[in-house]
C-alpha cells in the first residue's frame, strides 16, 4: 500500500477516454469558481463520478493546497464522514476535539478542492459537516456527487443529463452516445463492423445513459449490435408491458444492468451477488475465503472482469457502486445476506487476530499496510459485529495507526451494549482508555484505566490489570503527576514481566518509567531503561513500541547534553512514525530535533523544523502540546510546580500511596523542559533573526510533509528553496 500521508492531492487515473461533456466541465469550474459548494446531480451511471474526478483534473493547479477525492459509496454511518475525509486529507485521528472541528480548522485558511463522491445515502450527515466546515473556510471548495441535492444555503446543483442520442430516423449521427459507444466497441474488437442503425436504435434504447453504454458494447465479443439491439428491445418491451412508452431513466439502468446479469452463468451470477459484501476493494484470497462453498465450485473472477462487474488494479478487485447494489440485492433474494455478511465478518476476524498476534513482531508494517488497506472491509466488519472480539484485536489499528476516533466509536458503541462484567469488556475498557490518551483525553482514560483494572483485579487477569495500570500512568505522565507515573509504569512493568513478559504492554510501560524519570532530574535511570526496552524491541524485531523508545531516548539525551545522540534518535524516531503514518508522533520528533538545533545554535535548522513540526501538528488535528505535555527535562531546567490535578481512583494499585500535587509535591514539573516548544520557538528566533526564522518557518509550513521529511534527512536540504509547492500527485 501506498503510505498514507498528507499529499497533494489524490486524484484517481483515468483507466479509458472521457467522451463529449465538454460543456458540462466547463460549467462545472465555472461553478467552483462561484460557489463554495457545487453538487453534480443525477440518475445511476449517468456519469457524475466521472465528471468530478475529470473536474478534479483539469483543476488542480487552481488549488494550492491540493484536490482531494473522497469515496463514500462505502460509508454507511454517517457519524464517520467526518473520519473519511480526516484520513484521505493525511489528518491522523489523535485530537479529543470533534471532527467537524478539526477538519474546520484545518482547511480554514486552505485553498484546496474536496470532492465528495456518492453523497446520496448520506446526504443529511454530509450537508451538517459541510456547513461546519465551508463557514470557517472561504477558499475551500466542495465538488459533491449526489442523486439529490445536500441542501445548503449557497450550493449550485448541476443536474448530468445522459449523452445525447440519434432522433429516429437520424441514422447513427455524431452524437455523443454513438461515439462512446463505437470507441468502446473498436478497443474491444478492433477490427469491428459496425451497424450505424443498430449502434443508434442501442443507443437509444439506453437512454444515452454512458454506463449502460458502456456495458453493452461488452456484449460485442459475443453478439453483434443488431443482435444487441433485439435483445434490449424485447427486454423494455416485456418491461412496460407492450407499451411504446419510454422508461425511467433508473429503470433503463437497472435493466441494462439486469442484462448483463442474465449474459452471466449462474455460477457468475452467484459470485457476482457474494462479492456484494465486500466495501471497496478486495483480492482472489479475501473473495474465496468469504465466498466460496460447495454451491460455488468454480471462481469466475476473471470472467467478471471481462463482462465490467469487476474492476481490476493489479491483484485487487472492486465493483461500481451501481453494480454492487445490484449484487446486493440478489444476495437478498437467494436469502444470503446474513450469512455472507457473517461470512465477511468472520474472515475479517480471523485477519485481525492474526494481525494482533504478529504487531509485536517483524511483521508490524505489512500488518500496518495491510490495515490501512482493509479499512473499509473492517468498518462494514465492524457493523456487523455486535461483540468486543474484532474492535478490541483492532486496538493497533486505533492506537497505533492514527485510527483513534473510529476506534472510540466502535469501543464505547460495545461497552454501551454490553455493560455486563467479562474479560472481553476488561480488555475493550483498557483498550478504549489507550485510545482516549491518543487524543489527550486524560480524564477518560483514567476512569476507563480505572475500570478495566478493577474488573481485571476481580478476574485474575493479571496481563489486562498490567494494561491498565500502564494506561493509568501515561495519564498521569501527561497530566504532570510525575512520581505516580512512575511507580504505575513500575508496576505494570513488573506485572508484564510475571504474567504476560511477551506482551507488547512491557516495552510501552518500560518507555512511560523512562519518561518518568527523566521528568524527575534522572536522565541516566531513563537511558539504562530505555536501553533494555531497545533490546527488547530489537529481539522481536518490533518497530512501533521501539519508536517511542527513540524518541524518549532522544529527550533523555538532550538532558544529558549529549546533542548528537539526541538527533539520531530523534531521527530514528521519525522514520518510523512517518513510515506508520503518525501524524502525531512524527510531528513530536521535528520538535524535538528543532530542539536539538536549538543546543546546537543552529537557528536556521530548527526554525525549518517548527514549520514542518507546525503542520504535522495540523495534520494530525491535535493542538501542539503545551509544557505540561512534554516530560524529560533539560540537566540544568529549574524545577517548578504545576497545580494540581485531580484524578478518579479505585481500590487497589491505582490508589495506593500519596499522589504528587501542590507547592509541596518537591518534583520537577513539566515547565521548563527542553523540549518546549516557546522555549524553542524564542532562542531559534534570537539564533537566527525574524526575517531568516520566518521565511525558513514557512517554508516548512508550506512544503509537502514527504519532501520536508526527506529533507530533514539530508542535514542541509531543508535551506534548498523547496520544489514548486504545490501541485499534482497522481
Avoid at 474491444?188 to 436504435?201: F, G, R, S
Avoid at 545554535?601 to 488535528?621: E, V
Wanted: glycine share 8%; net charge negative; with cysteine.
Amino acid at each position: 500500500m501506498a503510505e498514507t500521508r498528507m499529499r497533494r492531492g489524490n486524484i484517481p487515473a483515468e483507466t479509458s477516454s472521457l467522451v463529449g461533456r465538454c460543456e458540462e466541465l466547463d460549467e462545472i469550474a465555472l461553478l467552483i469558481g462561484r460557489s463554495p459548494l457545487v453538487t453534480l446531480t443525477g440518475v445511476a451511471g449517468v456519469g457524475k463520478t466521472r465528471l468530478a474526478v475529470r473536474t478534479a483534473d483539469r483543476l488542480h493547479d487552481s488549488f494550492p493546497d491540493g484536490v482531494w477525492v473522497v469515496e463514500l459509496s462505502a460509508e454507511q454511518n454517517g457519524d464517520l464522514i467526518g473520519h473519511d475525509i480526516a484520513a484521505v486529507l493525511g489528518l491522523r485521528e489523535q485530537s479529543v476535539r470533534p471532527q467537524a472541528e478539526v477538519l474546520a480548522d484545518f482547511v480554514a485558511d486552505k485553498r484546496l478542492l474536496l470532492v465528495l463522491d456518492t453523497c446520496d445515502h448520506l446526504a443529511e450527515a454530509c450537508a451538517a459537516l459541510l456547513r461546519r466546515m465551508l463557514a470557517e473556510a472561504p477558499h475551500a471548495r466542495v465538488l459533491a456527487t449526489s442523486r439529490r441535492p445536500l441542501g445548503l444555503p449557497g450550493e449550485r446543483v448541476l443536474p448530468i443529463e445522459p449523452l445525447a442520442v440519434p432522433e429516429p430516423g437520424d441514422g447513427a449521427g455524431g452524437t455523443d452516445a454513438v461515439r462512446l459507444f463505437t470507441e468502446r466497441a473498436h478497443a474491444l474488437v478492433p477490427d469491428l463492423t459496425l451497424d450505424p442503425a443498430a449502434v443508434a436504435q442501442v443507443c437509444r434504447l439506453l437512454d444515452g445513459i454512458p454506463l449502460a453504454i458502456e456495458l453493452a458494447a461488452r456484449r460485442l465479443r459475443a453478439l453483434s449490435v443488431q443482435q444487441i439491439a433485439e435483445r434490449l428491445d424485447d427486454r423494455f418491451t416485456l418491461l412496460v408491458g407492450g407499451s411504446r412508452t419510454p422508461l425511467g431513466r433508473h429503470q433503463t439502468m437497472r435493466t441494462a444492468v439486469g442484462w448483463s446479469h442474465e449474459l452471466c452463468t449462474a455460477q457468475e451470477r452467484l459470485l457476482w451477488a457474494r462479492l456484494s459484501v465486500f466495501a471497496g476493494w478486495f483480492d482472489a484470497d479475501d473473495a474465496r475465503a468469504v465466498c466460496a462453498d460447495e454451491r460455488l465450485n468454480a471462481f469466475p473472477l476473471s470472467k467478471l472482469v471481462d463482462k465490467s462487474i469487476l474492476i481490476t488494479d493489479g491483484s485487487r478487485y472492486r465493483m461500481l457502486d451501481t453494480i454492487r447494489d445490484y449484487g446486493g440485492e440478489w444476495l437478498r433474494r437467494l436469502g444470503e445476506e446474513e450469512t455472507l455478511a457473517g461470512r465477511h465478518r468472520d474472515h475479517y476476524l480471523a485477519q485481525a487476530r492474526r494481525a494482533e498476534a504478529e504487531w509485536y513482531g517483524p511483521h508490524q508494517l505489512r500488518w500496518a499496510d495491510w490495515a490501512h488497506r482493509e479499512l473499509p472491509n473492517l468498518k462494514v466488519a465492524l457493523d456487523h459485529d455486535d461483540g468486543f472480539d474484532l474492535v478490541t484485536a483492532l486496538w493497533f489499528v486505533w492506537c497505533c495507526l492514527g485510527q483513534v476516533r473510529q476506534g472510540r466509536h466502535y469501543l464505547d458503541r460495545a461497552l454501551r451494549r454490553h455493560p455486563r462484567p467479562s474479560p472481553a469488556r476488561t480488555k475493550a475498557l483498557w483498550v478504549d482508555a489507550w485510545a482516549a490518551l491518543s487524543v489527550g483525553d486524560t480524564l477518560a482514560a483514567r476512569e476507563r484505566a480505572a475500570e478495566a483494572y478493577a474488573a481485571a483485579t476481580i478476574e485474575g487477569d493479571l496481563a489486562a490489570a498490567a494494561c491498565a495500570l500502564q494506561n493509568a500512568a501515561a495519564a498521569d505522565l501527561v497530566r504532570g503527576e510525575f512520581d505516580e507515573a512512575e511507580r504505575l509504569a513500575a508496576e505494570s512493568a513488573e506485572l508484564f514481566r510475571r504474567a504476560a513478559p511477551g506482551h507488547i504492554g512491557l516495552a510501552v510501560a518500560e518507555v512511560t518509567l523512562a519518561l518518568a524519570a527523566g521528568a524527575r532530574g534522572e536522565p541516566d535511570r531513563a537511558v539504562e531503561v530505555l536501553t533494555r526496552q531497545a533490546a527488547r524491541c530489537a529481539e522481536r524485531g518490533e518497530l512501533w513500541a521501539r519508536s517511542h523508545g527513540d524518541h524518549a531516548r532522544s529527550l533523555a539525551e538532550l538532558g544529558r547534553g549529549e546533542f548528537d545522540a539526541a538527533e539520531v534518535y530523534a531521527r530514528a524516531a521519525l522514520d518510523v512514525k512517518w513510515r506508520l503514518g503518525d501524524a502525531m508522533g512524527s510531528a513530536m520528533a521535528m520538535d524535538q530535533l528543532a530542539a536539538t538545533a536549538v543546543e546546537r545554535d543552529d537557528g536556521r535548522r530548527a526554525a525549518f523544523l517548527l514549520g514542518a513540526g507546525q503542520r504535522m501538528w495540523t495534520a494530525s488535528g491535535s493542538p501542539r502540546p503545551g509544557p505540561r505535555e512534554t516530560v524529560v527535562p533539560r540537566a540544568d531546567a529549574p524545577r517548578a510546580d504545576a497545580p494540581r490535578v485531580d484524578a478518579p481512583r479505585v481500590e487497589g494499585s491505582l490508589t495506593r500511596g500519596p499522589r504528587v500535587g501542590g507547592s509541596d509535591a518537591g518534583g520537577p514539573r513539566a515547565e521548563g523542559l527542553a523540549a518546549s516548544r516557546e522555549r524553542t520557538e524564542e532562542q531559534a528566533r534570537a539564533l537566527a533573526g525574524d526575517a531568516v526564522y520566518d521565511r525558513l518557518f514557512h517554508r516548512g509550513l508550506v512544503m509537502d510533509p514527504g519532501e520536508a521529511v526527506a529533507r530533514i534527512r539530508d542535514a542541509g536540504g531543508f535551506d534548498r528553496p523547496a520544489r514548486r509547492p504545490y501541485g499534482h500527485t497522481r
